[in-house]
């Protein structure tokens, strides 16, 4: 393959043209073969992994903590509302609100640009916007799953002398989870497919070393398709992933 691309460079140097099949294999071996750009690409794959298991685990946390400060609010009973409660819920609703109604586009940028404006790690920089953003998303996905869990379910829990957290860890919880998991898988995709808007503030994931290559052959053809079917393979991935698992968690429960 070498010899070939370097045959069709001498080719273009002495001001030949190439035929289809010529130029795409050209324009093949810029992109992938030569100087090993390959890894240029699965060091970006790396990266992008990396950011979305981040950003998976601040968006659950900071969901899962958002969605029961709501829950809890949401099910005091009349006449015994605690005002301290209500602050934190006021607060949560703030961030959701806030974070759902403005674009990620936007939130990343007044990341890297006010907030962290003197940080250079914008991977990691982007890596936070993405688990802020995730967790807003998150904690409704969470809030609906425990909100449908049957009342009685909570009230069976505090009859037999369980305090409110001992009864939504051992009761409540572990029923929402089953009922939001597919809900929570499409959240971990669309958060996978998100990691490429942070190579607008300059996070070096899988469409950063895209680019880098885009910028050296001047060709974007090629990059760019095998950028979108390395996506592509991952959520394919990852959907069959989720899908065994929730098969397994079906057979579990019978």
């Avoid at 400060?69 to 961030?95: E, I």
């Avoid at 674009?103 to 003197?118: A, D, G, T």
């Avoid at 037999?160 to 929402?176: E, F, R």
Wanted: hydrophobic share 50%.
């Amino acid at each position: 393959m070498a010899a070939q691309y370097e045959l069709l460079s001498q080719l273009l140097k002495s001001g030949g043209r190439l035929d289809m099949g010529q130029e795409l294999f050209y324009k093949f071996y810029q992109a992938f073969v030569l100087k090993d750009r390959w890894l240029q690409y699965i060091g970006g794959v790396g990266t992008t992994l990396l950011v979305t298991a981040i950003a998976l685990a601040m968006g659950v946390l900071l969901g899962s903590v958002v969605a029961l400060v709501r829950v809890a609010h949401d099910q005091q009973r009349p006449g015994r509302s605690n005002p301290v409660l209500g602050v934190f819920n006021a607060v949560c609703q703030v961030y959701t609100t806030v974070i759902r109604g403005t674009p990620m586009m936007v939130q990343l940028l007044i990341m890297s640009m006010v907030i962290f404006n003197n940080s250079r790690n914008f991977t990691m920089v982007g890596a936070l916007a993405l688990g802020i953003n995730s967790g807003a998303y998150v904690s409704e996905i969470i809030r609906g799953g425990l909100m449908a869990v049957d009342p009685g379910q909570m009230e069976a829990g505090r009859s037999l002398g369980l305090n409110y957290i001992t009864t939504m860890v051992v009761i409540i919880i572990p029923q929402a989870i089953r009922a939001v998991l597919p809900a929570l898988g499409n959240e971990f995709i669309m958060l996978l497919k998100d990691t490429s808007l942070i190579t607008v503030i300059g996070g070096k994931e899988l469409l950063y070393a895209a680019q880098g290559i885009m910028n050296r052959t001047y060709e974007a053809m090629f990059p760019l398709f095998g950028v979108a079917l390395i996506y592509l393979v991952l959520v394919m991935l990852f959907t069959w992933l989720l899908a065994k698992f929730e098969r397994r968690l079906a057979q579990s429960d019978r």
